[in-house]
Antibody, heavy 122, light 111 residues
């Protein structure tokens, strides 16, 4: 069974840092691009970042560029998101998501974790 | 790319159809000729789930009462007969170019 399990969320002060992790299982992790998507409380979805299967290319939403860094360790089946200079508007549930490339490219994500809540507040 | 969904909320009777519209601020036809528009469903308290990709292709396991249609900038998700498990928020998303963007969501609830 394909599973994604996020961890690392919590309460952090504005300007602080947090590192999210996503443990993948049930599929060949190194084969798939991965993304982070977030959802502010009671709001819609916002794509945050993507990393290719090999980790050689990454891309970020303008709202997090220069502050967040996505990375992966294919030997450990782990995806990470380093978040620095956090702002109140970064408060959200952060989901890691597996690319649906089994259906072709540019389809979206066919597996999502349950999410981890990040709260930025003093 | 801005995606605008209507309606914001859709109260439906069980067994009746429902329809959600998604309009894009620009064409979602890629230079390769493919239109990269997907639909997702999010039940309360759950992560989103991919339903449909490339306008009209259902993900494995998605019931055939869900169908997608459209072209260019205008797209529609239809549920032929709404069941209780279909409640929640539906999002369209464009996967044509970064940054990937979502519509604001349409809440489907039972009357």
């Amino acid at each position: 069974e394909v599973k994604l399990l996020e961890s690392g969320g919590g309460l952090v002060q504005p300007g602080g840092s947090l590192r999210l992790s996503c443990a993948a299982s049930g599929f060949t992790f190194s084969t798939y691009a991965m993304s982070w998507v977030r959802q502010a409380p009671g709001k819609g979805l916002e794509w945050v970042s993507v990393i290719t299967n090999s980790g050689d290319w990454t891309h970020y939403a303008d709202s997090v560029k220069g502050r967040f860094t996505i990375s992966r360790d294919n030997s450990k089946n782990m995806l990470s998101l380093q978040m620095n200079s956090l702002k109140a508007e970064d408060t959200a549930v952060y989901y890691c998501a597996k690319d649906a490339s089994d259906y072709g490219h540019n389809c979206g994500w066919d597996c999502w974790g349950q999410g981890t809540l990040v709260t930025v507040s003093s | 790319i801005v995606l605008t969904q209507t309606p914001l909320s859709s109260p439906v009777t069980l067994g009746q159809p429902a329809s959600i519209s998604c309009r894009s601020s620009q064409s979602l036809v890629h230079s390769d000729g493919v239109t990269y528009l997907s639909w997702l469903h999010q039940r309360p308290g759950q992560p989103p789930r991919l339903l449909i990709y490339k306008i009209s292709n259902r993900i494995s396991g998605v019931p055939d009462r869900f169908s997608g249609s459209g072209a260019g900038t205008d797209f529609t998700l239809r549920i032929s007969r709404v069941e209780a498990e279909d409640v929640g928020v539906y999002y369209c998303m464009q996967v044509m170019q970064y940054p990937l963007t979502f519509g604001g969501g349409t809440k489907v609830e039972i009357k």
